[in-house]
T-cell receptor, first 112, second 112 residues
Framework: DAKTTQPPSMDCAEGRAANLPCNHSTISGNEYVYWYRQIHSQGPQYIIHGLKNNETNEMASLIITEDRKSSTLILPHATLRDTAVYYCIVRTPNNAGNMLTFGGGTRLMVKP | DVKVTQSSRYLVKRTGEKVFLECVQDMDHENMFWYRQDPGLGLRLIYFSYDVKMKEKGDIPEGYSVSREKKERFSLILESASTNQTSMYLC???????????FGEGSWLTVV
């Protein structure tokens, strides 16, 4: 799986949009971009994933650049409960979970 | 919503005890996984299973075994717990052919 680079930490004001960047310059054509988050003392939570088109669900939007070398996760109206570590992962489509590697992630602090 | 339930959130066991960590998922997923998460080491795969009675070693299987007698249930067994197995254990599941992995809440195990 391709390596990803994320800023170690970010702050965001409550109610504002949180934009979390991720670089994955070595991504290959069949690798998907996945985002998970982990709130303190809980298991990782799936947020969203995409291949090359932008994606939106009830939690977030995922914007992938045309060259696919970077992406941005957008939480449109951050709340205090969105404070967590956010992990960007790129993965090939296979059945095994042994390729799931979480890097350092971005620690997002949403402030009142 | 997918639900992955781990039976115990917090356990304290003595060195040498046999420990069972139970995990149940309610979405008929074929794949199930056990990870441990430690500060600075990220998420490491212990074992995974892609079908009933099937199991595959992950990156760190030593000191652990697993059991998958029913599709919805995947148990992690520590035959003789040791202090270096103090960790947070995460169960996860996914559909065959899907890259989206869903995690449980985690089980914090302390071995004294």
């Amino acid at each position: 799986d391709a390596k990803t680079t994320q800023p170690p930490s970010m702050d965001c004001a409550e109610g504002r949009a949180a934009n979390l960047p991720c670089n994955h310059s070595t991504i290959s054509g069949n690798e998907y971009v996945y985002w998970y988050r982990q709130i303190h003392s809980q298991g990782p939570q799936y947020i969203i994933h995409g291949l090359k088109n932008n994606e939106t669900n009830e939690m977030a939007s995922l914007i992938i650049t045309e060259d696919r070398k970077s992406s941005t996760l957008i939480l449109p109206h951050a709340t205090l409960r969105d404070t967590a570590v956010y992990y960007c992962i790129v993965r090939t489509p296979n059945n095994a979970g042994n390729m799931l590697t979480f890097g350092g992630g971005t620690r997002l602090m949403v402030k009142p | 919503d997918v639900k992955v339930t781990q039976s115990s959130r917090y356990l304290v066991k003595r060195t040498g005890e046999k420990v069972f960590l139970e995990c149940v998922q309610d979405m008929d997923h074929e794949n199930m996984f056990w990870y441990r998460q430690d500060p600075g080491l990220g998420l490491r795969l212990i074992y995974f299973s892609y079908d009933v009675k099937m199991k595959e070693k992950g990156d760190i299987p030593e000191g652990y075994s697993v059991s998958r007698e029913k599709k919805e249930r995947f148990s992690l067994i520590l035959e003789s717990a040791s202090t270096n197995q103090t960790s947070m254990y995460l169960c996860a599941s996914s559909l065959s052919g899907s890259n989206t992995i869903y995690f449980g809440e985690g089980s914090w195990l302390t071995v004294v």
